[in-house]
């Protein structure tokens, strides 16, 4: 118990701390975080899902919880069901065999519903593509309102891309080609 | 090459390690050389399915890469077309089951005799009447509409046994597959696992992109492990390419894989120490694998070092400043590291989850075939960088972490090994850092050529086969053929699971964090 202690009074508080400004990436961070609040003054629920990423995408979005990032400290929570949700975050090119998969979970999420793809492939199809086993981006599969590039997108850009989806910055759904 | 009392005609392939290439015979030396490699304590990495020739003479052959005390095997055995069946290995090597099952779906060749028939990474998705590898199949685009067939999982009866369905979708930031699990109460007797859900393809991706350009897809394979997997593909593109890399660039790849690892192992100590309930774990790891990423991101351009290994060397040089402040940072590492370690092994609480949980005894794991990192905490000491060491390790003599326990306290206590071993390399590498050039420009060969790449990564061994051929006067990749370790170890999960509760399953699975990715292609 007492080791726990000391590790905690030792690492301090990392969070970065609230910025008057946006200037430089540290304070970005808070500037954000202050954003996500004053649009949602609630907490925002979001279900993840790899429609078939290489778990790059997987290891930043997993960043977003460090202390740095902190991003349950603000009320933004990762949650196990569809039904909880009110965000869909997805990676990956959909993989033929997660399409189903994918398209269930959007379909058990009550309106509104936000759909966010994360990473180059989850936008466009990135090096997989589309072929055989791979139906390209996300946006092939269900509605898509914003999309976060980057291979994969370092977790400062995806906080970013949560909260332009959040503001009513994303485009609007494109329908999705069968 | 005489392999227990087999002989076998190898030749060595232009390569930094001891790789050797040779055809079988026929059906009986295929057999013969499995049962002649695992006689003389040698192991199973990969199986795989070729096609090589011209239009009509184009002929199907099977791949095995076996390591014996020799270096690594690569053996064929040609077929006379994809309806003859190849002696079945699932008998001699537990681990060639789903390999098999696998070339089956991917392939369209089939082991004869094989009990397990149901298909592995094929959900019964995808179009065309040829398997996707086959080199005149042109299968058409998915289209996400029908649903995947029904996949008939083993079921255990009995009084009281029911089942609990997992996945693809899981409660956490995790990839998809599906884990079915036959429990009584808490107790799981048996968890039977299907994957290939991230299937996208990526064998027969290759094939559409130049030689020069496939690391980028190959540091995809397992964004995990990309620094190993772009190191394997250029290994066996400059193999084939018969192009040595200056030496400088040759440290910098093998720091950049350590540093891979660590970065690996300190975000699973933080999530295996979570998933006991300790939450701090996860708040000092996850803190500092960002720190870890951050310097990286400063240093190489990229948090997890993605496209920094490329044909010829590397992408990102060290100035003095950089190899000081990456002294500073292993320096300071070492210190939380430790003290982590004294957190861990002095809570009662979280020893209590660890000790005996997931247990694969060094039998089991042998049986198996386990590898890598899982293997070492079982008893079973190898690795790439010891028993056979490329420049720079070869001068650094790897100190290899093990456990004799197989339970997920020793996969900690290798994992907490490994770490400040890897720190201790880079302190080393970074001291003794030779100058000179990062990159050379490798130019590709006239003629087909084959090589292997071969690396330890985190997880284990990574192996990526290339095969070039000449298509209009241009070079292309006819075949690459990338080996995750998680293929050996996925099937002992199942094992390890067997008589823990299902609520240990999380911290179980953590303790191994096998890739889906670099599973399922």
Known sequence: ?178 | MRIGDFELDMQALPAPLPIFHGVAANAADWEFAARAVLQAGGRLISLWSVERGEGAQRQPLVCAAYVAAQGLLWLDLPLASRAVHYPDLSGIFACAERMQRAMADLSGVHASEVRDQRPWLDHGLWTGDLPPLARCARPAAAMPQSRPNGYPFVRVEGDGVHEIAVGPVHAGIIEPGHFRFSVVGEKVLRLEQHLGYTHKGIERRFTELAPLEGYRLAGRVSGDSTVAYAFAYCMALEAAAQCAVPERAAWLRALLLERERVANHLGDLGGIGNDAGLAIALAQFSRLREDWLRLGKTLFGHRLMMDCVLPGGVACDLDADAVRSLEQQCQQMQREVLAMRRLFDEHAGLQDRFIGAGRVSAALAQRLGLAGMAARASGIVTDLRGQFALPPYDTLAVRVASHRNGDVAARVSVRFDEVLESLRLIREMLRALPAGPVQQVVTLPANAALGAGWVEGWRGEILVALELEHDNGALRIARCHCHDPSWQNWPVLEHAMIGNIVPDFPLINKSFNLSYSGHDL
């Open chain 1, 1 to 178: 118990m007492w080791k726990i202690v000391d590790r905690i009074l030792r690492a301090g508080i990392p969070s970065e701390p609230p910025p008057p400004v946006r200037a430089e990436p540290g304070d970005e961070v808070s500037h954000i975080q202050q954003r996500l609040l004053d649009i949602l003054g609630k907490a925002l629920t979001i279900r993840m899902v790899d429609a078939g990423s290489c778990n790059g995408c997987e290891l930043e979005i997993h960043a977003l919880g460090n202390p740095y990032y902190n991003l349950e400290g603000l009320g933004i929570k990762f949650v196990a069901s569809p039904r909880h949700a009110d965000m869909l975050l997805v990676t990956g090119p959909v993989s033929r065999h997660m399409a189903t998969a994918l398209r269930r979970t959007w379909e058990a999420m009550p309106d509104p519903k936000l759909v966010v793809a994360v990473g180059d492939c989850g936008c466009t199809g990135g090096v997989f593509g589309a072929g055989y086993a791979s139906c390209g981006r996300v946006a092939n599969v269900i509605p898509v309102h914003c999309t976060i590039p980057g291979c994969p997108p370092p977790p400062i850009d995806i906080l970013r891309g949560i909260l332009s989806a959040v503001s009513g910055h994303g485009e609007a759904p494109p329908p999705v080609s069968t």
